[in-house]
């Protein structure tokens, strides 16, 4: 049994992932903000756990999520925000969560990103999109240069069919591009996947809907 601290554990990805963890046997800390969703954590078999990235600092994180072994960063300031809270959630939030990954000596950290944002944002893209698009990179940026054994997973457009366990696994900047659909039940899989392959550590992968069983299609991609 291993235990698994999830930042923005609320999330549709995060409660799949959760869910999913608790079933394999996994302890999940599930990190919240709203304490009305803690009975939601506790349904999907998680232990939630209260810590708000915008107003508490890593030092507290990392108090809270001291014995996990492995964080997942699922954390987002959602698509009704503004340009503000993609600094301080989707930047800010990976940036304490990263620091107290550290403080707590949790080495393993995967993090949720999506295709492209390694990429300059495109012009003519909306304001607070492009915000959007700035942090997310500059937190894959800061994870990479963390020291810590990371994992960026890169989903396309997320999508709520029903997941296949399937799909096709890219390193960044090869085969996937903008434009395709990543079912976010699959990416949940594929997080549970990963947390399992060492072999996936320093690596950015793209996911997009395909037809290998997704640890296949994880070695496929690994195996270059």
């Known amino acids: 049994m291993s235990t698994i601290a999830i930042i923005g554990a609320h999330g549709n990805i995060a409660r799949q992932l959760t869910r999913r963890l608790s079933e394999a046997g996994d302890r999940v800390l599930g990190v919240i903000r709203d304490p009305g969703h803690s009975d939601d954590i506790r349904s999907d078999g998680g232990t939630p756990v209260l810590h708000d990235l915008e107003a508490e600092d890593s030092e507290a994180l990392a108090a809270k999520i001291g014995d996990a072994d492995a964080l997942v960063f699922a954390a987002g300031a959602g698509p009704g925000s503004g ?11 990976s940036l304490q969560s990263i620091d107290a990954a550290k403080r707590a000596g949790i080495t393993r950290f995967v993090q949720i990103s999506f295709i492209g944002a390694q990429d300059p944002v495109p012009q003519g ?17 800061a994870l990479r ?13 997320l999508t709520d069919d029903p997941g296949t366990s399937r799909g096709t696994v890219a390193l960044s900047g090869t085969d996937l591009n903008r434009g395709v659909k990543t079912r976010r039940a699959d990416v949940a899989e594929f997080i549970q996947v990963v947390l399992t392959e060492d072999a996936s550590i320093g690596k950015d992968l793209d996911l997009a809907e395909g037809d290998r069983p997704l640890a296949e299609a994880l070695s496929v991609a690994l195996r270059g």
């Open 125 to 141: 893209t909306d304001e607070v999109f492009a915000a959007y698009w700035e942090a997310k990179r500059a937190a894959d940026e």
């Open 145 to 157: 240069d963390s020291g810590l054994d990371w994992t960026i997973v890169k989903p396309g457009g």
């Open 83 to 93: 340009v503000a809270r993609k600094q301080t959630v989707d930047l800010g939030g």
